[in-house]
């Protein structure tokens, strides 16, 4: 099947550094792309999802200007964690769209282990 | 809003025992449902969907009914292998986006 590639895989940065995760699609083109945050023991929880060339659209509760997500192209986008906290450490997932998404074209990346000291 | 419950983990079986993961779903609507599957170090898969009512999805020896009286999507196998060990995320869509259960983390020892 279709491969995407997230890393860094586990990053460790200090309160207050800003951390880049990068969701790239490596033999398909995206046009939409979702992110993902899970805690321990929890659920997969949408963040946002974004579509290549506009403004990515966030779920109630997700700071925009905290959770930067840039889609710049077909293949890559990125979310950047600014001015991280402790309470941002979690695991972040991307997943991308083929063509016209149904639910089966949907493809995981590995996800991010974030932890912030 | 629309959410998935699932068992909660770890499930620990020995080899060619029989697997029931359990799964429920709300919504509002009538949602697909799916399994995805996280083997270590690896990205979720699809590992089987059922679109509507009394669809069965089937992959790998792994199989689901969607089952709308009892608003379930229980996943079974009747014979594990140590290669199963992985997590299991039942899921609805909402949509284009997935809704997902907490994932059950699945351990088949030799």
């Known amino acids: 099947g279709a491969v995407v590639s997230q890393h860094p895989s586990r990053v460790i940065c200090k309160s207050g550094t800003s951390v880049k995760i990068e969701c790239r699609s490596l033999d398909f083109q995206a046009t939409t792309m979702f992110w993902y945050r899970q805690f321990p023991k929890q659920s997969l929880m949408l963040m946002a999802t974004s579509n290549e060339g506009s403004k990515a659209t966030y779920e109630q509760g997700v700071e925009k200007d905290k959770f930067l997500i840039n889609h710049a192209s077909l293949t890559l986008s990125t979310l950047t964690v600014t001015s991280a906290h402790p309470e941002d450490s979690s695991f972040y997932i991307c997943?991308?769209?083929?063509?016209?998404?149904?639910?089966?074209?949907?493809?995981f990346g590995s996800g991010t282990q974030l932890s912030v000291l | 809003g629309d959410s998935v419950t699932q068992m909660e983990g770890p499930v620990t079986l020995s080899e060619e025992a029989f697997l029931t993961i359990n799964c429920t779903y709300t919504a509002t609507g009538y949602p697909s449902l799916f399994w995805y599957v996280q083997y270590p170090g690896e990205g979720l898969q699809l590992l089987l969907k059922?679109?509507?009512?009394?669809d069965k999805g089937s992959n790998k020896g792994f199989e689901a009914t969607y089952r709308k009286e009892t608003t379930s999507f229980h996943l079974e196998k009747g014979s594990v292998q140590v290669s199963d060990s992985a997590v299991y995320f039942c899921?609805?869509?909402?949509?284009?986006?997935?809704?997902f259960g907490k994932g059950t983390s699945l351990l088949v020892t030799p």
């Open positions: 059922a679109t509507k009512a009394d």
């Open positions: 997943s991308a769209a083929q063509g016209i998404a149904t639910n089966e074209k949907l493809f």
């Open positions: 899921a609805s869509n909402s949509g284009y986006a997935l809704n």
